[in-house]
């Protein structure tokens, strides 16, 4: 039986750590043994599914390249699980994952950042054994960067079957909101300055003053929230009506509470847009090449030019003045997740990756750049 190490920076609710919970908890246990690797910090919520699914968590503590002790208990953990396959999810995970030597590697999540350390783990993955693109848009980007046709492959997101939402007044009064608040939700990271976020403050800065219920809750962590809620406060001191709070475990159940869902980046966002749509909520988000492989326009949801900030409220006050075209939106998306966005049919396609690379040599040189299409 083939085993699998996946590998990740952290165990928190962000997207990827959904896509690697939701796939090292569905694949079958009859064909695969799974083991998690957290080089960081390890959200007990997180990590719930796995235990309940027994799959084997490792919190190893890994401070960074030079961490030495860290690094001795990767090596340990690896070699205990003696894994065919060490899955890596994000940059920072495939640059731990080349230091132990040995298993093929699959790589999902996992564009380069900027800088010497961008050109670092750009490198690696063009030895890894599979590259995993979430959209086609992905993939050409990973493909410019020299990784091989014929080491790409296509995987679309997966979301769980969306459990009916929480309680209504229950949750708008735990975040003191009043019972009659509409919200608009989005979620992400917040790196220092509030990245991204920022465009979905300013943008419901521009409809806070015609829809007077209205209430904008963002979920994210990162050095960036107080940057973000800072922001808010400048826009609307005297009537602030921005929530921002950490991603809760049951965040695709949420969602449904949400008159629209806002995904607002400019690179990804399509687990947090496919959640949406599971979960039967409209979504607005950028005019991006990846988000636009997830969200039909005027089908599933609305979707904005990145340099028109002001479009984003003007599509999102067309749906909340307009009830019926919303739910015209959130059933067509919730048909659309059930048929192409799937935990299974996501299962089964890294399923077959893992079983084609029981037969590929572990990773040699680095290939040469170039290449045809994937």
Do not use: C
């Not at 750590?17 to 998690?36: C, I, K, N, Y």
């Not at 390249?65 to 208990?73: H, S, T, V």
């Amino acid at each position: 039986m083939p085993t699998v190490f996946a590998l990740t920076p952290d165990l928190n609710q962000s997207d990827e750590t959904g896509q690697l919970v939701r796939l090292s908890a569905g694949l079958p246990a009859d064909r695969f043994r799974v083991e998690v690797g957290v080089l960081g910090p390890v959200d007990a919520a997180a990590a719930e599914p796995l235990r309940e699914a027994g799959v084997t968590v490792h919190a190893l503590g890994l401070r960074g390249g030079i961490d030495i002790r860290g690094l001795r208990r990767l090596r340990r953990a690896v070699a205990a699980a003696s894994p065919d396959v060490i899955h890596a999810w994000g940059p920072g995970a495939v640059r731990a994952a080349r230091l132990v030597p040995g298993p093929r590697l699959v790589a999902s999540a996992a564009e380069p950042e900027a800088g010497a350390i961008g050109w670092l783990t750009g490198r690696l993955l063009r030895r890894a054994n599979r590259v995993v693109a979430a959209t086609r848009a992905e993939g050409d980007r990973l493909h410019r960067l020299g990784v091989r046709s014929d080491r790409l492959t296509l995987i679309p997101p997966g979301v769980a079957p969306t459990p009916p939402p929480p309680d209504r007044a229950a949750f708008l009064r735990d975040l003191g909101l009043p019972p009659t608040a509409r919200l608009v939700m989005t979620a992400g990271p917040l790196p220092p300055g509030g990245g991204d976020l920022k465009a979905a403050v300013w943008a419901f800065d521009l409809l806070r003053y015609d829809f007077r219920d209205l209430y904008l809750l963002v979920f994210g962590s990162g050095p960036g929230r107080a940057d973000l809620e800072a922001f808010g406060r400048a826009l609307a001191f005297d009537d602030l009506r921005v929530r921002v709070t950490a991603p809760p475990p049951d965040l695709p159940a949420m969602l449904g509470l949400a008159e629209v869902v806002w995904v607002l980046r400019g690179r990804g966002g399509v687990g947090l847009a496919a959640a949406a749509m599971a979960a039967g909520r409209p979504v607005v988000g950028w005019e991006t090449p990846d988000l636009a492989e997830v969200v039909e326009d005027g089908v599933t949801g609305r979707l904005a030019d990145r340099r028109e900030k002001a479009r984003v409220a003007a599509k999102t006050y067309g749906l909340l003045a307009d009830p019926g075209a919303a739910a015209a939106l959130g059933t067509a998306g919730r048909h659309r997740a059930a048929e192409h966005y799937t935990t299974a049919r996501m299962a089964e396609q890294y399923a077959r990756v893992y079983g084609e690379l029981e037969t590929t040599p572990p990773p040699g040189p680095l290939p040469p750049r170039g290449g045809g299409g994937y």
